[in-house]
T-cell receptor, first 112, second 113 residues
């Protein structure tokens, strides 16, 4: 158990809908990362937050947004969902930027 | 452009047959390299951090090494439970600040009993 908690574990939704994925980082970790992993694809970096501030952005779609709250948990919002958004979404946390991050077990999103 | 490349993409070994996985990287000013293990449908599990050329880290049957241009993950006398995808990752810098952690596509390792 890495100490990073993601909910829900599974999510099935229809095209055009909006969903929110939640992440609770390890106790004391200030940095949160979000990654997308499609079937047989590598981990694609989406976005990073550090102590509530957005620090780095990857190839995140405009339909996707995220935020980190004062209690350090983070949420990833996905809207106008398309079939191609079906993937595993991982959250990871670290005490600071530039060091190894610890991953949650992911949320498997299926868009039908 | 910062990049991490892993080889081979897939590797099948007999139980007890030792081998090495490769991770090559092109980043501006390496400040660390991470190895992870990922089982199907699960989150990556952190294994090692290497910081400087010549550094080595060991854990059970795994040993990670680092040179100026690449890292190797050596697997000695592997067992079927070592079957997984092994990922290599590096933190990047942009504008003098820590940026993202980028991952290679991984090596899918299958150990046959």
């Amino acid at each position: 158990d890495s100490g990073v908690t993601q909910t829900p574990k599974h999510l099935i939704t229809a095209t055009g809908q909006r969903v929110t994925l939640r992440c609770s980082p390890r106790s004391g970790d200030l940095s949160v990362y979000w990654y997308q992993q499609s079937l047989d694809q590598g981990l694609q970096f989406l976005i990073q937050y550090y102590n509530g501030e957005e620090r780095a952005k990857g190839n995140i779609l405009e339909r996707f947004s995220a935020q980190q709250f004062p209690d350090l948990h983070s949420e990833l919002n996905l809207s106008s969902l398309e079939l191609g958004d079906s993937a595993l979404y991982f959250c990871a946390s670290s005490p600071r930027t530039g060091v190894a991050a610890f991953f949650g077990q992911g949320t498997r999103l299926t868009v039908v | 452009e910062d990049q991490v490349t892993q080889s081979p993409e897939a590797l099948r070994l007999q139980e007890g047959e030792s081998s090495s996985l490769n991770c090559s990287y092109t980043v501006s000013g390496l400040r660390g390299l991470f190895w992870y293990r990922q089982d199907p449908g699960k989150g990556p599990e952190f294994l090692f951090t290497l910081y400087s050329a010549g550094e080595e880290k060991e854990k059970e049957r795994l040993k990670a090494t680092l040179t100026k241009k690449e890292s190797f993950l050596h697997i000695t006398a592997p067992k079927p439970e070592d079957s997984a995808t092994y990922l290599c990752a590096v933190p990047t810098i942009r504008g003098g600040r820590d940026d993202k952690i980028i991952f290679g596509k991984g090596t899918r390792l299958h150990i046959l009993p």
